[in-house]
């Protein structure tokens, strides 16, 4: 042992210490920033501050754009090609299928926390469940009765509908120049499906009890989210057992019968599948754009869609919608645009007018104030 010392001799020996010793400090910062970050996803507030982070508005818009394009060929696939006439029953798969996944994350730990249970009365969950399960439910109602020209003059009227309810319930009020920029989306939208207008007693009647559960369950989303510390995935788990109740109360009295005659083969079956999967991404991208943005934004983002469906099959697959409906689609997109930019501009400005945040004292600091501040309470 002696002879190796000497061989070494202390500079290597005081090289091998340094090295190890800082060997041991990278492993404690490692440690430090691997238990910080997972302190960050399992509390709400830490939780609401990722997604924040990595979902903005142009994010959750666009996913949720992307989304609801694929659902709806998705649909059209189900409800045509396989003939799967059950809208409340699809609906109910949509959720079950979302509450299985959900469970999935809870399991292995991906699901971010929830806030305190005394942050939010379960009444409001509940609540939000049950509106939740009427708009979806009677949507897909809406839209196997009507046509989609109907359907879309039924969306129309949701915009107006959040508008006064965020009124009463929250004192919100917009400005003039948003209400105009509405006002030229909502009679756009209206001209370019005005075409495809056909009505139905009991599609009208769906369509008109459709309208306040989806405005109420846009504004509780977004208000939820916005308010609390709830992020979208944590909200779905809450409120999506609610929302298969009440969708099994629904069902015997808004789907035909028949649903267990139908043939369940494997393509049946497989297209009802990726319905189903569209549907838990169509119901997060959802929830991550109320979040981030607000139910009015959510719904012109919708008719958004209607227009560039309309638009893209004008100008990639040749289809003659008329220039009348080509004209309102173009208007209600000029109004969008407006409107999106006048968001853009008030939320510019209140992210200028809030007050610097406050640098955070280290664990040292923070303990010796707290030192400080007990010595002197007991004097």
Known sequence: MGLFDSLLGRDVKKFIKRKDSDAGEAGRALEEIRSSLYNELRTSEGAKRQQQRFCGPIVALTFNFMVAVGIIMANKLVMGKVGFNFPIFLTLI????AWVLLAIF????LLPASPPSKSTPFSSLFSLGAVMALSSG?????????????????????????????????????TFMKVMALAVVSVGVAVATITDLEFNLFGACIA???????????????????????TALALMWKTTPVTVLFLLALMPWLDPPGVLLFKWDLSNSSAILISAGLGFLLQWSGALALGATSAT???VLGQFKTCVILLGGYLVFGSDPGIVSICGAAAALCGMSVYTSLNLRDS?????????????????????????????SLV
Do not use: C
């Open 94 to 97: 949509h959720y079950f299928t």
């Open 106 to 109: 809870k399991a292995f730990s």
């Open 138 to 174: 009677l949507a897909n109602t809406s839209l196997k009765h009507n046509s989609v020209g109907f359907y879309q003059m039924a969306k129309i009227s949701v915009t107006p509908t959040i508008v006064l309810a965020e009124f009463i319930l929250f004192r919100k009020t917009i």
């Open 208 to 230: 008109m009890a459709w309208i306040i559960p989806s405005a109420i369950n846009k504004i509780l989303w977004s208000n939820l989210q916005q308010q609390s510390n709830w």
């Open 297 to 299: 934004s959510h719904v």
């Open 348 to 376: 510019s400005h209140e992210k200028q007018n809030l007050p610097p945040l406050k640098p955070k004292a280290n664990t040292e600091e923070s303990k010796e104030i707290s030192d400080v501040n007990n010595t002197t």
